[in-house]
């Protein structure tokens, strides 16, 4: 198995890739991407050094750089950038996060204090912007074609936060919802991909089914933390159940909750129209953990799984091909 958290703060992940050479090569690769990791956060500055590493040692699943690395399994595995590549797609997650805070108002990010909580949404923003910096300097040296790559992504993932600020607008609030996050998740996810593939010498053919996974897995990725936020029963999601909809986050569930015109959901549809109160909050979680909604919601999810299984068929039929159908598997299963 290959653990998908390099800190001791976080609950590990772990994927049985069923190949123990690439288990060790893929747990390696992770290993030096984290060293990495704290060389490129580094600064002279101690107070910029200690905020930049705040999120990065509050733990993790690195599920980017782990993308990265099996996907560059499709070609040379060895060859030059590729851990490179990993750590620009982790320091660019992690700026987004900082970002993602101020947005949300967040208090707390993988169990400990938010760093706009502790230092405030001035320099929580700042940080962000230093690790998108420290991204694209190691970015520039990968070549033209990364950075064009790597702005195009930022350019999504920024167009995807844009639109869900500015909210559906009219246009259907599930098909916006998915749309939103293939532009957020599914965009960086669909990089580190393409990266681990392009970096390694892999063909053309095979990069763009690489993306293609990425980004449908993205989704997938993100569907399947909506639903642990309702279905869990523990901390698995990393969070409390509930969280989203005690801070109002319209997640799949309640989407397809809210278009449901069942009478027998009124109180459902009453209870998740916007944040539940914290004494609301275990009717509303039995209510909808039994409704078609959720049973929606998993269905959708099935489907995202389904669709990349069959972006797979696409592949070499090589060890990595079966690893990231067990990243499929392991997406879908642990709702359940």
């Not at 320099?123 to 790597?150: H, N, W």
């Not at 965009?187 to 681990?196: E, P, R």
């Not at 959708?300 to 069959?310: M, P, Q, S």
Request: hydrophobic residues 45%; aromatic residues 6%; proline residues 5%.
């Amino acid at each position: 198995m290959v653990s998908l958290t390099q800190t001791p703060s976080s609950a590990p992940v772990d994927i049985d890739f069923d190949d123990p050479a690439l288990t060790n090569a893929v747990q390696r690769g992770l290993d030096e991407v984290e060293v990495r990791l704290r060389e490129a956060v580094d600064s002279a500055d101690p107070f910029i050094a200690e905020a930049a590493a705040h999120l990065m040692l509050a733990g993790g699943k690195r599920f980017r750089p782990m993308l990265v690395l099996l996907s560059s399994h499709f070609g040379d595995a060895e060859a030059e950038g590729i851990i490179d590549a990993a750590v620009v797609m982790e320091l660019t997650h992690l700026a987004t996060l900082y970002h993602d805070d101020v947005m949300d108002e967040a208090p707390v990010r993988r169990g400990a204090p938010s760093a706009n909580s502790r230092w405030g949404n001035t320099f929580a923003i700042l940080i962000g912007d230093y690790l998108f910096a420290r991204a694209s300097d190691i970015t520039a040296s990968l070549g033209t074609e990364a950075v064009r790559k790597q702005a195009g992504t930022f350019a999504r993932l920024v167009a995807g936060q844009i639109a869900e600020t500015a909210g559906p607008r009219g246009a259907d609030p599930v098909e916006f919802y998915l749309h939103v996050l293939a532009e957020k998740t599914g965009s960086l996810i669909a990089t580190s991909a393409h990266f681990g593939g392009y970096f390694a010498g892999a063909g053309e053919d095979v990069t763009d089914a690489l993306a293609e996974f990425g980004e449908v897995i993205g989704v997938a990725f993100q569907l399947s933390d909506d639903l642990l936020d309702i279905a869990s029963e523990s901390r698995t999601s990393g969070k409390t159940p509930g969280t989203d909809l005690l801070e109002g986050v319209p997640t799949l569930p309640a989407l397809y909750a809210l278009a449901d015109d069942d009478p027998a959901d009124a109180r459902l549809r009453e209870l998740v129209s916007g944040p539940v109160a914290e004494a609301d909050l275990p009717e509303a979680l039995t209510l909808l953990r039994a409704s078609k909604a959720m049973e929606k919601a998993r269905a959708t999810l099935d489907a995202y799984g389904e669709r990349a299984r069959d972006i797979l068929t696409r592949l070499p039929d090589v060890p990595a091909r079966r690893a990231l159908e067990a990243v499929c598997a392991y997406m879908v299963s642990r709702t359940s």
